[in-house]
């Protein structure tokens, strides 16, 4: 099993910038695809960004790209979310995965999950 804990959410106000930490623990970090996830209230969960073990393979959603970005650190078994010029449409809960397969746009293609952390933007 690999446990996913996730850091860094809070209230801030448009245009300003974050980011986020998702801590592994349990079996070992690797060689797990990760990715970030996010769900507004009322929505489905959607895809953020990914990445692959070794970071050679990032993705990200066509809302987020520019403005975030996802890497990792896998001497700390830690995985990474900037976001920078933050909406408030980028309101919600972001949620950090792990996948035994490769780096994937789907939820269903991770078998690790975190408990959340709350993003807010004012505007």
């Known amino acids: 099993q690999v446990q996913l804990v996730e850091s860094g959410g809070g209230l801030v106000q448009a245009g300003d910038s974050l980011r986020l930490s998702c801590a592994a623990s349990?079996?070992?970090?690797?060689?797990?695809?990760m990715g970030w996830f996010r769900q507004a209230p009322g929505k489905e969960r959607e895809f953020v960004a990914a990445v692959s073990w070794r970071s050679s393979f990032t993705y990200y959603a066509d809302s987020v790209k520019g403005r975030f970005t996802i890497s990792r650190d896998n001497a700390k078994n830690t995985m990474y979310l900037q976001m920078n010029s933050l909406k408030p449409e980028d309101t919600a809960i972001y949620f950090c995965a792990a996948s035994q397969g490769p780096p994937t746009s789907q939820p269903s293609g991770y078998k690790f999950w975190g408990q959340g952390t709350q993003v807010t933007v004012s505007s």
């Open positions: 349990g079996r070992t970090f690797s060689p797990l695809a």
